[in-house]
């Protein structure tokens, strides 16, 4: 149902020239017919009932259930989009364009994006402190704080002011005030008997019920714990293998803070997952906890209690998880999306020309003469080593994108403030003639230098993604033509699938070093032998969150990445960004990118760097750039 409600607003978006994806067509009249976008409208309202399901099972408590269907419009709503956010049409929506098709205003467009920006910090800061304010005040784990509430429960059970045990002189008793004067008897309100009479709580009462309340509702969440944490880690080596999660991660003290001083939501994050391995089976499925699309002004909601924002329940939970580790020094948000193509745009105006010394009449973007000369490039960060340098005991293995963007035109957006217009070409020709060519070139110049470094002729492991992944085979400078002929474009881009592959490959062939957890897959011991993957990207994987989580909690994999893009793009760099902010705080993912006509000697002296984790001076790289001497 989902799939195909998102291939129907696609379709719409595509007929009416919507090329941003938060942007859905609007209808110009109230009333129903059979047009395009009421049958989208209709598809959208028949999963109301699962967003019901979805939103009861994360919805934190006191908080209130919201849509965006269709009928709402009519009859009010609770959604605080609603009225809060402006149509990126315009004041009216599309009926100010009324018998003509609905176009989007640039300007409109700004304010609705800037309105949405503001009301998601709004609402954020507003959840998070209603249910902090909703916690126990009270370690629930501490029994003597428990005892004490109790104690004092028992207390003021037994010492209220109209006891009849207590002495006459304490319950009629005379108060002298600092002036020295005297007050008179205190007298029984006239009412006490008539409102007791009622059922009404005097104050101690009504404090007596609250401590009872508190007592009960912290017990039942420290039962809900003990039995969803029995549940969940169901021996000692799984709680162990959970344990040694937390602490890669950098997470144990959060995670224990939580579970202290803010029960409630330790309980919830426990039962999304967060506090432990991704399950492998959920990278070979369409859809998974990690998939969810959180869309805040259409009530499809995330886990944590500040999830406006964010796209999906991946990209929330790698945020929640990198500003909790130790170590973090303030704040690591996901950049709005204005600041996100406003630092986008500043890193596309760092390009530079690349060093004359890298220049080869061999780079395919001289071979096929789509331009004169190389494009400006934005110059990677200096190298620093964080990981131990490369071993001889160390795996290396390739792992590249084959998804079907790999044969679409190159393009680069146009906007207008922060609409999108429409599209221009880049100067590089398609991708499946350039792209392709790109990283079979890099691959082969990397897979060359590798060979002359460890003298491993034999080869290394090369393994490909789309929506599947194939393993093509051991790849080598003498063979690479042939076994190039395997690899097949088309699909999505789902990383996952690929890095589960290799995964696979990597612990088959170090299984004796290694355990099989049923839920969570292979893990590494401590002999296991480093994996130094090389993964070639042409742009933003669908799960690319999901990977990035995944490598938050390994310590025996070297991930260097390499993304292409299209000259000039917006889109490219903003991606880039993304992926240099998860550089900085997991040193165990390196990062290059390069865009248009590619200076392939560059990049592939940047790239063996940070693979092999060690500087490499020109004369170290030009010795080890040619190709190897191979013996027949």
Same mark, same amino acid.
């Given at each position: ?15 009416? +020239? ?35 399901? $979805? ?27 609603? $009225? ?79 006891? +009849? ?18 007050? #008179? ?22 404090? /007596? ?5 508190? /007592?009960?509702?912290?017990? =039942? ?26 602490? #890669? ?49 259409? =009530?499809?909601?995330? /886990? ?71 494009? #400006? ?21 390739? @792992? ?29 020709? +398609? ?60 699909? =999505? ?15 088959? +062939? ?38 990035? @989580? ?31 902010? /998860? ?12 865009? =248009? ?36």
């Amino acid at each position: 149902m989902q799939q195909e409600m998102q291939q129907s607003l696609q379709r719409l978006q595509y007929s009416y +020239k919507i090329y941003n994806g938060e942007i859905e067509p609007e209808h110009d009249t109230d009333y129903w017919c059979n047009c395009a976008i009421h049958n989208y409208q209709r598809r959208r309202q028949a999963r109301l009932g699962i967003q019901r399901q $979805w939103c009861d099972a994360v919805m934190y408590p006191g908080e209130k259930f919201y849509h965006n269907n269709f009928q709402t419009q009519l009859l009010g709503t609770s959604n605080p989009y609603r $009225w809060g956010v402006v149509s990126p049409y315009g004041n009216y929506g599309a009926q100010s364009n009324w018998g003509m098709l609905p176009q989007v205003s640039p300007k409109w467009h700004s304010v609705s994006v800037r309105q949405t920006i503001d009301l998601n910090h709004q609402l954020n800061d507003k959840a998070q402190n209603e249910i902090d304010a909703q916690e126990p005040r009270f370690n629930i784990w501490n029994h003597d704080e428990l005892s004490a509430a109790m104690a004092k429960l028992s207390v003021d059970r037994n010492s209220h002011p109209e006891d +009849k045990k207590s002495p006459p002189d304490q319950r009629n008793r005379i108060s002298t005030s600092d002036n020295g004067k005297s007050s #008179k008897t205190a007298k029984k309100s006239k009412f006490a008997s008539f409102k007791k009479g009622l059922g009404m709580k005097t104050a101690d009462e009504k404090e /007596i019920i609250r401590i009872e309340k508190a /007592i009960a509702f912290a017990q =039942g969440i420290r039962n809900s714990i003990l039995q969803e944490e029995s549940g969940r880690w169901q021996d000692d080596q799984w709680r162990l293998l959970v344990a040694q999660y937390q602490a #890669k991660v950098g997470m144990t003290r959060k995670i224990a803070d939580l579970r202290a001083r803010y029960p409630i939501q330790y309980l919830h994050l426990l039962r999304a997952g967060y506090f432990e391995p991704i399950p492998v089976a959920w990278a070979q499925q369409n859809s998974n906890p990690l998939k969810f699309s959180i869309e805040s002004a259409a =009530g499809w909601r995330g /886990i944590t209690p500040a999830w406006r924002g964010y796209e999906d329940t991946a990209e929330e939970r790698l945020y929640w998880a990198l500003n909790h580790r130790e170590g973090s020094t303030g704040a690591r948000m996901k950049p709005d999306q204005i600041s996100a193509m406003n630092m986008a745009r500043q890193r596309m105006a760092m390009a530079v020309a690349p060093p004359p010394i890298y220049f080869s009449n061999d780079d395919v973007c001289h071979q096929q003469h789509t331009s004169d000369g190389y494009s #400006k490039q934005v110059m990677p960060a200096p190298f620093k080593a964080f990981d131990a340098p490369e071993v001889s005991t160390d795996d290396t293995m390739i @792992l590249l994108d084959v998804s079907g963007s790999m044969n679409f035109d190159p393009v680069r957006p146009i906007y207008n403030e922060f609409l999108i217009t429409g599209y221009a070409k880049g100067t590089q020709p +398609k991708n499946k003639a350039h792209m392709t060519d790109v990283s079979k070139a890099i691959i082969r110049r990397f897979t060359d230098a590798m060979a002359n470094h460890d003298h491993n002729f034999a080869g290394y492991e090369l393994i490909t993604f789309a929506s599947a992944a194939t393993h093509i085979g051991t790849i080598n400078h003498q063979n690479l033509d042939a076994m190039w002929s395997h690899v097949r474009l088309g699909g =999505g881009t789902r990383v996952m699938t690929g890095w589960q592959k290799v995964k696979d490959l990597h612990f088959q +062939k170090h299984s004796e070093s290694a355990t099989h957890h049923p839920v969570y897959g292979w893990q590494a011991g401590p002999q296991t032998p480093m994996l130094r993957l090389l993964l070639l990207l042409d742009g933003e994987a669908t799960d690319m969150d999901e990977f990035e @989580l995944d490598l938050l909690g390994l310590n025996w994999v070297h991930v260097t990445i390499f993304l292409i893009g299209v000259d000039g793009c917006p889109h490219h760099h903003r991606h880039a960004n993304e992926l240099t902010r /998860i550089n900085d705080v997991n040193h165990h993912v390196s990062f290059v990118d390069a865009q =248009g006509n590619t200076p392939e000697r560059f990049v592939t002296h940047e790239l063996l760097k940070r693979h092999l984790g060690q500087e490499l001076s020109m004369n170290q790289f030009v010795e080890l750039e040619a190709p190897p001497a191979y013996i027949v």
